[in-house]
């Protein structure tokens, strides 16, 4: 069976959304950056702050090449995972890959805590998210599947999903209620 990958913008709902559906699947959930967390010891601002956005890249890199190879996986990437096309290549080899995206509105609001993403940690936020944001949306569309997340929860994302492996015969079975 397929992975379901969830790609999308800082903020969108992966990891949540992630639990939730794996969960609903009855299928292991992980999430790169945590793992990459529980390899390394360290938190992803530390990697950031400690050695520089291109080794975590690479870690990012290292973790997504084990990882693809697995099945029957709900896999929550980080916001930048697209900006490499040999993660997204290992991604779809094994997997569904599904984009949750959301208005620069609700990002902005659901990433306003300081200190837990490395790449908004500077002056003007908004303009960093802004930046990043337009840099990356139309490698976020070449997802098979793209949701809207801003006026949805983690549980409304989680049964849209489900409903479109359903419609395209990527579930076999019955999903948990």
Do not use: W
């Amino acid at each position: 069976m397929k992975n379901v990958v969830l790609i999308g913008f800082m903020g969108t709902g992966k990891t949540s959304t992630g639990r939730l559906l794996a969960g609903r699947l009855n299928r292991t959930f992980i999430d790169i950056d945590k793992k990459i967390e529980l390899e390394t010891g360290l938190t992803i601002s530390d990697i950031f702050q400690l050695y520089g956005e291109n080794h975590f890249r690479q870690l990012e890199r290292d973790v997504i090449a084990r990882v693809s190879r697995y099945t029957n996986t709900v896999i929550a990437t980080g916001g930048g995972v697209v900006l490499k096309q040999e993660n997204m290549i290992r991604l779809k080899n094994t997997g569904i890959i599904i984009a949750l995206t959301a208005s620069l509105e609700a990002i902005l609001e659901r990433t306003s805590r300081r200190g837990v993403r490395p790449l908004l940690d500077c002056e003007d936020r908004a303009e960093r998210v802004a930046r990043l944001f337009h840099d990356r949306a139309s490698l976020y569309m070449r997802a098979d599947y793209s949701i809207d997340t801003t006026c949805l929860s983690p549980h409304q994302v989680a049964e849209r999903i489900i409903a479109f492996l359903r419609e395209g015969g990527h579930l076999r079975g019955r999903s948990k209620s």
